[in-house]
């Protein structure tokens, strides 16, 4: 399978946890996003790489939210000390071209 | 910054039926790109159809062609001769051309239901 790859595809962790998702977008995209989704919403744009360049991340939802793609390839964002509210998809996608997005299939956190 | 918006949380249609969907947007940029993605319950999002600003030729693609309405800042989505397999939701967004790091900026989205 040649699409975006985000694992795991579910996350069940308590408050206060810190968890780190990963996203291996397609291997020829240099572009890079992170989304966020609750239900009933369209997806919420965090943040931005183009190569191992973090070019926008004021979008990230506070200082507990960071994200890295190290050497252009994968990438991982991070929410430290979870909280009930960060429940949601997380959504990773990857492109070659400004606005086009190839989504992955998302990872579902549930913070109880 | 763009904004969009979708008025229709919910539509419905008979199989092999006409629909149209809605969207509107704000931006006070020049150049954009507006498109539709379609999430299954699956929830992988899905492009169906893009549309560059500058381009006066509405977009087509098999079954979808979008209605852009530059001036009434309108971009509605036709699915002709619906099928099952069109049940999702369908999303509008708008994207930035200007070479920034702006990723897409969403509407609500709309359940389209297809009934058989």
């Known amino acids: 399978d040649t699409g975006v790859s985000q694992n795991p595809r579910h996350k069940i962790t308590k408050r206060g946890q810190n968890v780190t998702f990963r996203c291996d977008p397609i291997s020829e995209h240099n572009r890079l996003y992170w989304y966020r989704q609750t239900l009933g919403q369209g997806p919420e744009f965090l943040t931005y790489f183009q190569n191992e360049a973090q070019l926008e991340k004021s979008r990230l939802l506070s200082d507990r939210f960071s994200a890295e793609r190290p050497k252009g390839s994968f990438s991982t964002l991070e929410i430290q000390r979870t909280e009930q509210g960060d429940s949601a998809m997380y959504l990773c996608?990857?492109?070659?071209?400004?606005?086009?997005?190839?989504f992955g299939q998302g990872t579902r956190l549930t913070v109880v | 910054a763009q904004t969009v918006t979708q008025s229709q949380p919910e539509m419905s249609v008979q199989e092999a039926e006409t629909v149209t969907l809605s969207c509107t947007y704000d931006?006070?940029?020049?150049?954009?790109?507006l498109f539709w993605y379609k999430q299954p319950p699956s929830r992988q999002m899905i492009l169906v159809i893009r549309q560059e600003a500058y381009k006066q030729q509405n977009a087509t693609e098999n079954r979808f062609s979008v209605n852009f309405q530059k001036a009434a800042k309108s971009f509605s989505l036709k699915i002709s001769d619906s099928q099952l397999g069109d049940a999702a939701m369908y999303f509008c967004a708008g994207a930035y051309s200007g070479g920034g790091a702006d990723g897409l900026t969403f509407g609500k989205g709309t359940h389209l239901i297809i009934q058989p």
């Open positions: 996608a990857s492109s070659t071209r400004q606005g086009e997005a190839f």
């Open positions: 931006t006070s940029e020049s150049d954009y790109y």
